[in-house]
């Protein structure tokens, strides 16, 4: 099992930045895919980001790209979302989740993962 802790939310201001930290403790995911969702009121879970276990393949959601980053360090069995030009539409409980499957891809479906945390709440302001 994986416990999987996020931190680094918060409330900021609209185009300012933010960097969300999942940390995982008990068995490791450094060979497994992991991404990021989110869940704004009224809306269902959507996917955000996903890395593969090397960080050589990224993929993100079209309302995120090119102003989000996820990245991962294995030896510190933590993955991080750097979030900048932030909008309020962003405004969400953000979730990491690991995929203990092997994969060639990460998947981008949230059923497709096995674990996850229990969120951090990124408000932005307008």
């Known amino acids: 099992q994986v416990h999987l802790v996020e931190s680094g939310g918060g409330l900021v201001q609209a185009g300012g930045s933010l960097r969300l930290s999942c940390a995982a403790s008990?068995?490791?995911?450094?060979?497994?895919?992991m991404g990021w969702f989110r869940q704004a009121p009224g809306k269902e879970r959507e996917f955000v980001a996903a890395i593969n276990w090397s960080g050589s393949i990224t993929y993100y959601a079209d309302s995120v790209k090119g102003r989000f980053t996820i990245s991962r360090d294995n030896a510190k069995n933590t993955v991080y979302l750097q979030m900048n030009r932030l909008k309020p539409e962003d405004t969400a409980v953000y979730y990491c989740?690991?995929?203990?499957?092997?994969?060639?891809?990460?998947?981008?479906?949230?059923?497709?993962?096995?674990?996850w945390g229990q969120g951090t709440q990124v408000t932005v302001s307008s």
């Open positions: 989740a690991v995929v203990l499957t092997s994969r060639t891809i990460p998947p981008m479906g949230k059923s497709e993962y096995d674990y």
């Open positions: 008990g068995r490791t995911f450094s060979s497994y895919a």
